[in-house]
């Protein structure tokens, strides 16, 4: 089985700082990634994917992620941090897009 | 409307008793997901059907039973439910590869066994 790693379960930032979530994974072949997003008592909504192509990818919210083969890694940035970022990102991998592995998650604050 | 929607959002229950989570979609998807999310843990997947008559198990499906009734319905059972299995369980639905395999999510149900 796949394993997606992130590393901070809690990241706190100031409001205008620089986002950076973790993730990185385990597999013999380049995956299929995501960054999931969380908001209070709703369901995930998909930021980004990395399938194929372009390494740097952008998703919404200006949120962008880049894929590093050599490094098994696929951080999540954001050049300045707003308020309405705070939620639980998740992270996931599928080596085949069938069956999806998700990270536990980096609950996000967002200090005024 | 929500594309995918999950009933009941909240279920308390017993240990001992059976209980069914269903899950409907209008996004036409053919692919479905059955999840849980405990605190910490993340997300696991319990079961995913790529039609009506493809089942699959993924990591966790001890203690669990799926039903794809149709493409747009798919129901998870807990035959004999046990308070371990207290957690929100989501449904996501996908459009496979034609959909960059993109996954959406219902809004969750909360289940507690006591």
């Known amino acids: 089985a796949q394993s997606v790693t992130q590393l901070g379960s809690h990241v706190s930032v100031s409001e205008g700082a620089l986002v950076l979530l973790r993730c990185n994974y385990s597999?013999?072949?380049?995956?299929?990634l995501f960054w999931y997003v969380q908001y209070p008592n709703q369901g995930l909504q998909l930021l980004l994917k990395?399938?194929?192509?372009?390494?740097l990818v952008k998703g919404i919210n200006g949120f962008e992620a880049e894929f590093k083969k050599s490094e098994t890694s696929f951080h999540l940035t954001k050049p300045s941090a707003h308020m309405s970022d705070a939620a639980e990102y998740f992270c996931?991998?599928?080596?085949?897009?069938?069956?999806?592995?998700f990270g536990t998650g980096t609950s996000l604050t967002v200090i005024p | 409307d929500a594309d995918v929607t999950q009933t009941p959002r909240n279920r308390i229950t017993k240990t001992g008793k059976r209980i069914m989570l269903e899950c409907s979609q209008t996004?036409?998807?053919?692919?479905m997901y059955w999840y849980r999310q405990d605190p910490g843990l993340g997300l696991r997947l319990i079961y995913y059907?790529?039609?009506?008559?493809?089942?699959n198990k993924g990591e966790i499906s001890d203690g669990y039973s799926v039903s794809r009734q149709a493409q747009a319905k798919f129901s998870l059972s807990l035959e004999s439910a046990i308070p371990n299995q207290t957690a929100l369980y989501f449904c996501?639905?996908?459009?496979?590869?034609?959909?960059?395999?993109?996954?959406?999510f219902g809004p969750g149900t909360r289940l507690t066994v006591t």
């Open positions: 996501a639905t996908s459009d496979g590869p034609v959909g960059f395999y993109e996954q959406y």
């Open positions: 597999s013999s072949v380049p995956p299929y």
């Open positions: 990395y399938t194929t192509g372009a390494t």
């Open positions: 996931a991998v599928s080596r085949t897009g069938n069956q999806f592995y």
């Open positions: 996004k036409g998807h053919d692919r």
């Open positions: 059907s790529f039609d009506v008559k493809d089942i």
